[in-house]
Each structure stands twice: as C-alpha cells, then as structure tokens.
C-alpha cells in the first residue's frame, strides 16, 4: 500500500513538472494568433537580402529576416510606404553597435513577424556549395539556395493575382501564384524536400506537392502537363533537391476525370502553404501566402537544363543529378 502511494506521489509529482514545463514552453512560444499575411514587398526583400549578403564579410553580419521583422513591427506590418532608406537605417544603426531590441518599437510584435517572416524565409538564404555539371565545384558561397521555379531564361508573364476570384467548384480566393509560359516549360523545385503529394487533384490537375525538410512549409506545383506531368524521379517520399527539375508546365485541371486539360491557358500555379500546427492543418485550417515578391526575387537565381535523351528528361545542370 505504502509503495503504491511512493508511486502516485512521484507520478503527481511528474505530472505537475511536466505541466509547468509546457506552460513555460507555452509562455515563450510566439502564439500566431492574428491573422498571417505575408506582404513584404519585392524592393524591400531585396533590399534585405543586399544588406545580410553585403554584411557577410564585413563585423556585424546582420539578417535579412531580421531586418524585415524589425521594420514591419516599427510600421506595424503595413508596407504601403515602404522606403529603402528607412532599412538602410536599420542597417546602420546595427552595424554601428545597436541591437535589435532597441530599434524595434514592440519587442511582442517583432517576435510576430520574425515568427512569420522567418517560416517563410529562413531556408531560402544561406551557404552553397556551388557544383555545376561537369563536377566542377566552387568555393562555398553564400546567398540565394532557393530557385525561380521555371528553368532558365524561358520567356512568362506573371502578375500579383493572389486572392482573385476563381469559380470552378465554387467561388472562392486564388490562393497561388500563376507563371504563365509556354506548356512542357521544366518546373524547378524552389527549395528542398520530401514529395508529400503527387497525382489528379480536380482543382490542380496533375499536381506535385512538396515538403520542405522542416515540415514548415508545403509548396503545391498544379496543372502539370497532360501525358508527361513529372520527371521520372519523383515518386511519394522522394527527397527533390532545389533547382531539380520535377516536372513539365502544362493546363490540366477543372475535371474530375484524370489527365484532361480544362485550363484554358498554360501556366504553372504555385502555392506556399506555411504549417505551424498539424492538427489545424488537418482540420482544413489551410494558411497560404502571397508568393509574387517572392517569386519576383527568385527571378535572380534560375537554373539551366539540358536533355537527358536517355530518360527521355529534362535536367537541371546541377551537379546533384550526376553523383
Ligand atoms: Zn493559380
């Protein structure tokens, strides 16, 4: 009897630990409890990116994110008078010994949009070992390791069209971006991960949906081309490389029967869903971002392909498809 009550006093004990230590985890996680919008403009992106590649070398190296967080919580996330001056201030007065929490005006509202901004940003910038085809290897550089999703120097058109209204099915917000360009155009993979989807889809048609390797985000490439959506690699659980070439740019979609073409003009749509709680996700709480500044930055770092006649595939230079 004693030793069941030792047991139960300790198990208590346990039980009232654990639970102070998840409130205190609670109490210092930034709670997304206000609406997520992702709405940096394109200049002030890459504005950033300029500064935190800049400062590499130089005492203080300082974080594009950073930067971004820290002037959308001082104009409380609204960008419409965005001026390169006012980051270039930032900058300075960092550089010169200031830290973060002293030219931010809300130490709760950078907390918000680092939480936000960073989800997005944060793998896209970083060291690189840059390898090229031939298994000639440069010296580590850092910058940009996400890509544009088309291969190079292919000609589209593109506008910020997230949140039109589209109708098939039933009314309701575009929540992508569309590149519209000529159909069998190679999609490129913008950053790493595991193939979570892949297959008809009503909506997107042939489409290919990718997990990036820490689970935050979900990118959703649709309406793939009729007969040859997807490189031959890519199966469900396939780990894809950023700038790999994952598929064919094609107007399938709008139908519930497979490999139809319902889309009236070719183009590749492009979602980015950010995933902070599983189970929210899997209730249907779906949150998507605008990804237009986004794309519009990657439009600096595209990557090349050549035809692989052996598969019968595009590639992309990239030395990862060699090894
Ligand atoms: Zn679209």
Redesign the pocket.
């Known amino acids: 009897m004693k030793r069941r009550f030792r047991w139960c006093a300790a198990l208590s004990v346990l039980i009232i630990v654990t639970g102070i230590a998840l409130t205190a985890v609670r109490q210092h996680t930034v709670k997304v409890d206000r609406p997520i919008a992702f709405d940096v403009p394109y200049a002030a992106l890459q504005r950033a990116l300029e500064a935190d590649i800049a400062s590499q070398h130089q005492a203080v190296p300082i974080n594009w994110v950073d930067l971004l967080a820290c002037l959308a919580a001082n104009c409380h996330g609204d960008f419409s008078r965005y001026r390169d001056s006012d980051l270039d201030a930032l900058v300075s007065a960092l550089q010169a010994g200031s830290g973060l929490d002293r030219l931010t005006e809300s130490s709760s509202d950078f907390a918000y949009y680092r939480k936000i901004y960073g989800t997005v940003l944060d793998g896209l910038v970083g060291f690189k070992e840059d390898t090229t085809h031939d298994n000639s290897t440069a010296p580590s550089s850092y910058g940009l390791k996400a890509y544009f999703p088309l291969a190079a120097d292919v000609s589209y058109e593109h506008y910020d069209?997230f949140g039109d209204e589209?109708t098939y099915g039933y009314v309701r917000p575009?929540?992508?971006?569309?590149l519209l360009c000529a159909a069998g155009t190679p999609v490129i993979a913008i950053e790493e991960g595991l193939i979570e989807a892949i297959g008809w889809n009503r909506y997107g048609g042939w489409r290919i949906g990718i997990r990036s390797l820490d689970g935050q985000r979900y990118y959703y490439y649709?309406?793939l081309q009729q007969d040859h959506p997807y490189h031959v690699r890519c199966r469900q659980g396939t780990l894809i490389h950023a700038g790999e070439v994952i598929g064919y740019v094609g107007r399938t979609g709008y139908s519930d029967i497979e490999n139809v073409s319902n889309i009236s003009v070719p183009?590749?749509?492009?979602?980015l869903e950010l995933i902070f709680d599983e189970q929210e996700r899997a209730a249907g709480h779906e949150i998507w971002v605008d990804l237009y500044p986004l794309i519009t930055l990657l439009a600096q770092h595209q990557t090349e392909v050549h035809w692989n006649s052996t598969c019968h595939e595009f590639d992309s230079s990239l030395s990862f498809l060699s090894g």
């Open positions: 069209d589209r575009h929540l992508g971006h569309d649709a309406h183009h590749l749509h492009i979602g």
